[in-house]
């Protein structure tokens, strides 16, 4: 019975990565949440997947927010039950889904962190430039502030992929839906500068599609990359809980600020919904009204 559970979600999981293109990080979440709800079903209901009841399903919530959990998690986790559930339902598996009545728990507003244009400035001005690690390290935050990139798609980049005569590069976003971000004078520049006088030096003539690479001449990895931001980060005197989108954010909330449309900012993003991109808004909003508090004579 364990191998045609596993069977099944592994055909789920398939089907998640052909029907929408989701990243193996993505595609593994799923996996570690439905692995988990049934491990607890046959440790504490003796009980499998299949046979999961509403009331099942609502105690495992109960036992992992006495453990813990908080409401973020378990929305998401309740997101992917759900689409394991409607599968099975898809596929006759079930007659019904036993979590299609369990409401997803509330959740506060949160605002993503961003960083003011002079902490930008003092991030990217971190990096030692005569060296070429250094060198290197400033052309990659350079282009994540200039384009708003994910950071998984700034160090999975190719050489192919930009093109520095018209100033864009291409990405291939979530989903594999593709995109041409626009790259500014200065991260231009700096591509440049990488290119002529870093990126050799640290592949050594060997052949290598990746865009940037390490010191030993092998494709950055975004965990490593993102040990580099920190570190800058605190070279800096950034105090600020930093994440691996932070100049993302900046760099959308940045553009509003100084009057960007919306749906240009949405584009440019990548995302799908414009309702993903209207927190930007709140976020430009918030500012103003701090800097109305500071500078107002009846703030």
């Not at 019904?96 to 400035?121: F, M, Q, W, Y």
Request: proline content about 3%; overall charge positive; some cysteine.
């Amino acid at each position: 019975m364990v191998e045609g559970k596993q069977t099944m979600l592994e055909q789920f999981i398939d089907a998640l990565w052909m029907e929408r293109g989701l990243s193996k990080n993505t595609l593994a979440a799923y996996r570690a949440d439905i692995v988990g709800l049934a491990n607890w079903l046959r440790q504490e209901r003796n009980g499998e997947l299949v046979a999961a009841q509403r009331q099942d399903i609502l105690d495992y919530f109960a036992h992992r927010m006495e453990n813990g959990a908080q409401p973020r998690s378990t929305a998401r986790l309740l997101s992917s039950i759900r689409r394991f559930y409607q599968y099975l339902v898809r596929l006759g598996k079930l007659p019904e889904d036993p979590s299609a009545k369990i409401e997803a728990p509330k959740l506060g507003r949160t605002l993503p962190t961003s960083l003011t244009e002079t902490e930008v400035e003092a991030l990217l001005e971190a990096p030692d430039v005569n060296d070429v690690l250094g060198l290197r390290d400033r052309t990659m935050l350079e282009l994540l502030y200039a384009g708003g990139l994910r950071v998984t798609e700034l160090v999975s980049l190719n050489i192919s992929q930009v093109n520095l005569q018209q100033g864009v590069v291409r990405l291939n976003g979530k989903g594999n839906k593709e995109r041409l971000v626009p790259l500014g004078e200065e991260a231009i520049n700096w591509l440049q500068r990488y290119l002529g006088d870093s990126r050799p030096f640290l592949v050594k003539g060997r052949q290598s599609e990746s865009l940037f690479v390490t010191r030993r001449g092998g494709a950055m990895t975004r965990q490593a990359f993102w040990y580099i931001i920190k570190r800058y980060a605190n070279c800096a005197a950034i105090k600020k809980d930093l994440s691996p989108h932070t100049l993302r954010h900046s760099f959308a909330t940045h553009l509003l600020n100084n009057g960007a449309d919306l749906r240009v900012v949405q584009m440019l993003l990548g995302h799908s919904d414009l309702s993903t991109t209207q927190i930007y808004t709140h976020v430009a909003r918030e500012r103003l009204k701090d800097l109305h508090e500071q500078h107002h004579p009846r703030g």
